[in-house]
């Protein structure tokens, strides 16, 4: 179990609270603001370098006596330069964040209108696509983040330097085939790498200014090595374990104050074991020493809350053996020991993982905080190489954000892109098009009257048939905004450290990254398996109700009809508990919007990829869907991602695998999200941990992809919504992410508190 963390640790955690800086946020705002006016005739990418530049010139960078790392993260409220036209209160706070609201605060027809200065001419059904987008957004159809998420190019900058990306710039700025616009980019990437250079120097000159208020040696040795480092890693490759870590903080913090998204870290224990193994042989630092180092990074990232921060953990190497080190040991450590909801950690399962680390594991999932998630590598390097990433590069993938897979420093691709509600699809059908919500109405590809449905085939045909047109009018609009939206938010330091966008002379989300994907991912898939279960049973088979009448009780959200919600809640089999005829409903629906999703091209040359997970969108969703025939009334939350709708699984954890294991995860490179929830008290019995430990490996030997675990009790979530001031530091997970509890909008807390809670495994 956790340890209790160094003096110089508890220090820095009980001044947390000093990192954040309202003045920074706000000043980034206005300078970026001022330079874009100045500079409205020139192309974005150099206003917005330009704009960079003088805010690292001016931004506080202090580093405080108590400190073992320079950094200071935190979120910041961005709008002119921001890649997502987000909306932020005047007051906003950047040591808060609060999902206070279901609603989104994203606007996409700000988003649309961006682009549309880069676009041709646009057709009719390019207009209808990206007008479905908008308002299917406002009516809780899709959900749209135009910008992914992303791993850093941590190893494509930290071995090398600054100074030789510079020297690559040069040489690609040298080449006379490049375009005006290539240039430019090029140029952008000049001035910010500059200006990064300057800005850790500035680093240097603060840890030498808080030598002078040290209160012993021990402090200022830090502050020494501290200003030692930055200055040396303004042009150099890190040369040592510390400095590795170092420049990861500030690596991480250069490319999140140019951008907001979700900028992941990757594979950074094997990044940094060749310096700590290094280290420790030549006696430069102890194994305690290591760990603070790591425990002052967590706390760095963590000032960024919330922000979907992924370090990956564990997997194989290049010939497919174990990869996991002592580095992998000191951030699982690190987990128990700095119980923030930043940054998110992760673990690719090996099956030769040995027994002690699978101990560590354990401890660190009993703590209940969500971390870490288990990922199966035999069944996602398969997944990558089926999507076109080559074999050399596939081993090597990471995950970013929640649960989506990347190769880190090579790939940019919206995962975050597109989230459709099968949910609003049947409900469209039912109610003519027209949403029962906003009384909006939308595209079909055909409206059939109820009465003219004869069997539940032609239903089930009908709906795959709706689902199809939704998945290919949403890419539709997807790729519309893809093929322009880098030119008005270009992200020129991430850019920087992604491999080929130099020598391309290209951005990120241009053509610039070697792999270039775009995503859609889905919602509700386990109440529409539940859902057309209930419609076969109790309109075609026992002729209970027409069509017709089940779309009355519907409409009164049962009132009158309990009978209805009570049959198809009770009466029907529930797809998560090992029954045959929901499980492969569910499978099969899987199985074709993938095959559809997977083969529509992409506007960068490559193609689309499904995902089902679901981050918060189950919730929100369920928010802005009208009841469904699986007995749920309108406003509750939809299932997580491809868990069994909250209480349907009944048949224990074992049963719940099984089920999910039938969907076939051989092409989802955008994730999925499996999450159970275990009461506290399982894991202190050693026999349970045995059969944790073997239902893990059951699952991903079936096939399973991802699996994530809650462990807290009912009653701790039913107090913390009660008095929230008590439980400001409770984490749980989500849907791929784990947040404070007390920041979740109310349908997402008791979406959570409505999960299963297993109490043991079936033999």
Not at 458 to 466: D, P, T, V
Request: proline share 4%; with cysteine.
């Amino acid at each position: 179990m956790s340890k209790k963390v160094s003096a110089n640790i508890q220090t820095i955690m009980d001044h947390f609270e000093d990192y954040f800086n309202r003045q920074n946020s706000a000043l980034r705002e206005d300078i970026y603001s001022e330079v874009y006016e100045e500079r409205s005739e020139e192309p974005y990418c150099l206003r917005q370098a330009e704009a960079y530049t003088r805010f690292l010139a001016e931004k506080n960078t202090r580093v405080y006596p108590f400190d073992l790392l320079a950094g200071q993260m935190q979120n910041y409220r961005m709008t002119l330069s921001q890649p997502l036209p987000e909306e932020y209160p005047e007051d906003y706070n950047p040591a808060e964040f609060h999902m206070g609201s279901r609603n989104s605060h994203i606007n996409v027809q700000a988003e649309v209108d961006t682009v549309r200065p880069y676009l041709p001419p646009l057709s009719d059904d390019d207009e209808a696509a990206l007008s479905m987008l908008v308002r299917g957004v406002k009516a809780g159809y899709f959900s749209h983040y135009e910008i992914g998420h992303v791993v850093t190019g941590f190893d494509n900058v930290i071995p090398v330097g600054w100074a030789e990306l510079d020297r690559q710039i040069a040489v690609s700025l040298d080449d006379p085939d490049k375009t005006d616009e290539q240039r430019d980019t090029l140029k952008a990437m000049h001035i910010s790498l500059r200006a990064i250079q300057r800005y850790f120097l500035r680093y240097a000159a603060s840890a030498e200014t808080a030598m002078e208020e040290a209160e012993n040696n021990g402090q200022r040795k830090n502050l020494k090595r501290i200003a030692d480092a930055c200055r040396n890693l303004s042009g150099y490759p890190a040369g040592s374990f510390f400095e590795a870590v170092q420049f990861t903080v500030l690596l991480q913090e250069v490319v999140t104050l140019e951008t907001k998204g979700s900028m992941s870290l990757g594979r950074i224990d094997q990044l940094w074991n060749p310096y700590y193994v290094a280290d420790i042989a030549a006696g430069r630092i102890t194994p305690q020493d290591a760990q603070d180092m790591v425990d002052a990074w967590h706390i760095k990232l963590a000032g960024t809350i919330c922000s979907y921060q992924n370090v990956v953990i564990g997997g194989c190497d290049a010939q497919g053996r174990f990869a996991g080190n002592e580095v992998t040991r000191l951030i699982l450590t690190s987990t128990q020991n700095i119980r923030y909801d930043q940054p998110l950690i992760s673990l690719r399962y090996h099956k030769d993982m040995p027994g002690d680390l699978w101990e560590q594991i354990l401890d660190t999932i009993q703590l209940g905080d969500g971390f870490p998630a288990l990922f199966n590598d035999d069944v996602i390097i398969p997944a990558c190489i089926k999507n076109g990433v080559a074999p050399e590069d596939a081993w090597d993938y990471s995950i970013v954000g929640c649960v989506e897979t990347c190769i880190g420093g090579r790939e940019y691709s919206n995962t975050e892109e597109m989230r459709i509600n099968w949910c609003k699809v049947l409900e469209m059908m039912l109610y003519g098009g027209i949403c029962p919500v906003t009384g909006e109405r939308f595209d079909m590809r055909e409206i059939i009257p109820l009465e003219d449905i004869k069997s539940y085939e032609q239903l089930f045909g009908w709906y795959k048939s709706e689902l199809d047109f939704i998945i290919r009018r949403a890419a539709h609009a997807c790729n519309l905004i893809d093929s322009a939206f880098h030119k008005r938010y270009p992200a020129t330091v991430l850019s920087i450290t992604i491999k080929d966008c130099i020598e391309k002379g290209e951005s990120a989300g241009g053509l610039g990254p070697r792999y270039r994907y775009s995503t859609i991912s889905n919602i509700g898939m386990a109440n529409m398996a539940d859902s057309l279960i209930a419609i076969r049973t109790m309109v075609f088979e026992k002729k209970m109700l027409t069509l017709t009448e089940l779309r009355d009780a519907l409409a009164a959200n049962f009132k009158g009809y309990d009978w209805v919600a009570s049959y198809a809640k009770n009466a029907c089999e529930k797809y998560g508990n090992d029954k045959d005829e929901p499980d492969r409903l569910a499978a099969e629906l899987v199985g074709y919007a993938s095959d559809i999703i997977g083969n529509i091209a992409n506007s960068r040359g490559f193609h689309f990829y499904p995902g089902y997970y679901g981050v918060m969108h189950h919730a929100i969703f369920g928010a802005m869907t009208g009841a469904t025939p699986d007995g749920r009334q309108a406003g509750i939350s939809l299932a997580n991602a491809l868990s069994p709708v909250q209480g349907a699984d009944v048949s224990g954890p074992t049963a719940t695998i099984n089920s999910v294991t039938r969907c076939k995860a051989t092409n989802w490179k955008d994730g999925m999200v499996l999450d159970m929830k275990f009461s506290p008290s399982f894991f202190t019995q050693p026999l349970h941990r045995k059969m944790f430990r073997a239902l893990v490996q059951t699952y991903f030997e079936q096939g399973g992809m991802e699996i994530q675990f809650n462990v807290i009790g009912r009653e701790t979530l039913l107090a913390a919504q009660r008095e929230p001031e008590k439980y400001k530091n409770l984490v749980v997970r989500v849907s791929g992410f784990s947040a404070y509890f007390v920041s979740l909008f109310p349908e997402l807390q008791n979406e959570i508190i409505a999960r299963t809670e297993f109490s043991g495994i079936e033999a």
